[in-house]
């Protein structure tokens, strides 16, 4: 029986905890997802606009148990792009905060629990769902692009068995959330520990904001996970002094952390007696495709691991040849029961099956060491993770020449550098395109360059700009 | 520059901000900016200002612009 769907197993137990230690329990988690899907008829798309709540979570939970379709969003998401994708996607429903902007033109409400309500918007005659879709994720949510990930009900229920099966996950664990419900990590935290009947302390503080920390004491958390940002943070506040008596195992995922802070927290974990786990996933593979045993945390630090039980991993060459001599960089490949039906770019999309059939060229490159410990190299595409989001060069090249402005991007993780050229106020066009893609902007470099450098076909010439 | 002047200056670089906000209203999460990746921004700068290095708990609390006030006097930087 799949997590959601078996809710009822864990009864009286708590599932979801809130900053008001409101406990929700397993059996009224149910009931309010029940409440939601009774109005879900006849599988409709159902856009939820997503916080670390209870209410939240049963509106999500609510979807799949009714065999609605959910596309889970941010709520942070601008008034424009909602209304971008709902004109794209026509859903018959959206789930989202009573106070939430777009509430006020998305309908009729239907239901309403605390602070959320079901709307009915009132779209009719969009493409059926396919039969094996289940839900939607976003990719790149920070550009505006509409593409989504179409995950099914075994791409769901298996990558939580894997996940809960390498952690652990007992029902005494109480993770704390500290990632954004919708995005693919965040998320696999919350199916993961569902599976397992444990006690979720469900917040959207960050780890700067006392409160945090009061209610990771108060209710005594078990594991958090983080970005590499949130490292950086968790560094800089000092977590090897910090006495967490509770905390038992960490893990990290949304990009890849320095060899030297991953050894750094790797070592600092150990004396702590806590495990230590790095892992790597796509929202393209539901969630997670490896994870490095705490125990070689450090002596493989730097790594992605092994796959995911179920999974595997291979290496290709440039032209689709399998690598395999150690330490040889070639496309990182992943073949499991959680590799996602394919994409979306519109509503006539979602009637699509499964066009992956279980394989997925990452889009990463890697190397496989004789150990067969995995090493993230470097990417294929254009794409970089700023705090974790991914964030898509040619994408934001092209909302820059929306905005008049011919530009190279490029940079690392955390740190987008845009080549302008012109006479560029190079200060209000960070202000500006930050703003758009709702990134702090001291993410965001903008550097004036004389011309931007191009090959002989007219392309531009990425490695020829000033580092 | 006077500390008072340095320490506002901080604000309106690391938050984008005029001067004339900067008041005991002024609030970790008022400005989109002044979230937690602008938050480790203004720890950073003001220790560069002011040659000091903060404890975990002073990053934490540093909840507001006059909250920072009371914070940096522990560390003999006089606002």
């Known amino acids: 029986m799949s997590f959601f769907d078996a809710l009822d197993l864990h009864g009286d137990a708590p599932a979801v905890i809130s900053e008001q230690d409101a406990v929700v329990t397993y059996a009224e988690l149910a009931r309010a997802a029940d409440a939601v899907g009774a109005h879900l008829v006849g599988r409709p798309l159902v856009f939820v606009v997503c916080e670390n709540s209870a209410a939240s979570i049963s509106g999500y939970l609510g979807c799949l148990r009714a065999r609605a379709v959910p596309l889970l969003l941010g709520r942070s998401i601008t008034p424009e792009s909602l209304a971008s994708l709902v004109s794209l996607y026509q859903p018959e429903f959206l789930w989202l905060p009573t106070e939430h902007p777009a509430r006020a033109t998305a309908g009729a409400d239907v239901h309403r629990d605390g602070p959320y309500a079901l709307v009915r918007t009132g779209a009719t005659g969009g493409a059926p769902l396919h039969d094996e879709l289940a839900m939607l994720l976003t990719t790149s949510g920070t550009t505006g692009s509409p593409m989504l990930v179409r995950l099914s009900r075994e791409n769901i229920t298996s990558n939580a068995a894997a996940i809960a099966s390498y952690l652990g996950i007992t029902d005494a664990e109480r993770p704390i959330t500290t990632l954004p419900m919708h995005y693919t990590y965040g998320l696999s935290i919350i199916n993961s520990h569902l599976l397992r009947g444990s006690a979720i302390l469900a917040t959207d503080r960050a780890v700067i904001d006392r409160g945090f920390w009061q209610m990771l004491t108060r209710h005594g958390a078990t594991s958090l996970g983080g970005v590499p940002y949130t490292y950086e943070m968790l560094k800089r506040l000092g977590f090897a002094k910090m006495e967490l008596p509770t905390l038992r195992t960490i893990t990290q995922a949304g990009g890849k952390l320095s060899p030297a802070l991953a050894r750094e927290f790797a070592t600092v974990c150990e004396a702590k007696g806590i495990r230590f786990v790095v892992m790597y996933g796509q929202s393209e593979a539901t969630a997670r495709m490896s994870y490095l045993p705490s125990e070689r945390a450090i002596d493989k630090a730097g790594s992605i691991g092994i796959a995911i039980p179920e999974g595997m991993f291979w290496l290709e060459d440039a032209s689709g040849q399998p690598v395999t001599a150690a330490d040889t960089e070639g496309e990182l490949v992943y073949r499991g029961p959680n590799v996602s039906l394919g994409y979306s770019g519109s509503r006539a999309d979602l009637a699509k099956g499964d066009e992956n059939k279980g394989t997925l060229r990452t889009g990463d490159l890697a190397t496989r060491d004789a150990d067969g410990f995995y090493y993230i190299t470097g990417r294929k595409k254009r794409f970089l993770k700023l705090f974790g989001n991914r964030v898509n060069l040619d994408d934001v090249e092209r909302l820059l020449s929306d905005m008049g402005h011919a530009c190279a991007c490029a940079g690392r993780d955390d740190h987008l550098v845009i080549y302008a050229t012109g006479d560029v106020d190079t200060i209000a066009l960070r202000a500006s395109i930050s703003a758009q893609m709702s990134i702090h902007p001291s993410a965001v470099t903008v550097r004036t360059i004389a011309q931007l450098p191009r090959s002989e076909s007219g392309k531009l010439l990425y490695s020829a700009l000033p580092q | ?79």
């Not at chain 2, 708990?57 to 006030?69: A, E, V």
């Open chain 2, 1 to 79: 520059m006077t500390n008072r002047e340095k320490y506002e200056q901080v604000f309106v670089d690391s938050f984008a901000v005029d001067k004339g906000v900067l008041s005991e209203t002024f609030t970790y999460q008022c400005v989109p900016t002044w979230d937690s990746v602008g938050h480790m921004g203004l720890i950073a700068a003001l220790e560069e200002a002011f040659e000091i290095q903060m404890e975990m708990d002073d990053i934490i609390d540093f909840s507001s612009f006059t909250k920072g006030i009371e914070t940096l006097a522990k560390y003999n930087v006089a606002i």
